[in-house]
């Protein structure tokens, strides 16, 4: 299994990114996709996940209207769209594919960094 993110870097805040994450070896289509970021000194976080078939998204408050999820299930990869970035977001963002409590796999992360 691997989980391959790329697209992070430095941004001035109000910019914007996108990350990808290609997935492989295990059934991209059945699982849920998720990011998550870990910022310096504290936990990491949930920011959004979306469902198996890409009906359903849902994402943490401090990033709602401004960052999007959506996955290519043909192209077995997942994106995440970060508009009107701020300093706060800085951090490592995680790909992860949820499928249970044993089929659960994690990137080695991207760093962004937002700042002037």
């Known amino acids: 299994v691997q989980l391959v993110e790329s697209g992070g870097g430095l941004v001035q805040p109000g910019g914007s990114l996108r990350l990808s994450c290609a997935a492989s070896?295990?059934?991209?289509?059945?699982?849920?996709m998720r990011w998550f970021r870990q910022a310096p000194g504290k936990e990491r976080e949930l920011v959004a996940a979306i469902t198996s078939a890409g009906g359903s998204t849902n994402y943490v408050d401090s990033v709602k209207g401004r960052f999007t999820i959506s996955r290519d299930n043909a192209k077995t990869t997942v994106f995440l769209q970060m508009n009107s970035l701020k300093p706060e977001d800085t951090a490592v963002y995680y790909c992860?594919?949820?499928?249970?409590?044993?089929?659960?796999?994690w990137g080695k992360g991207t760093l962004v960094t937002v700042s002037s």
């Open positions: 992860n594919a949820h499928r249970d409590s044993y089929e659960n796999y």
């Open positions: 070896g295990f059934t991209f289509s059945r699982y849920v």
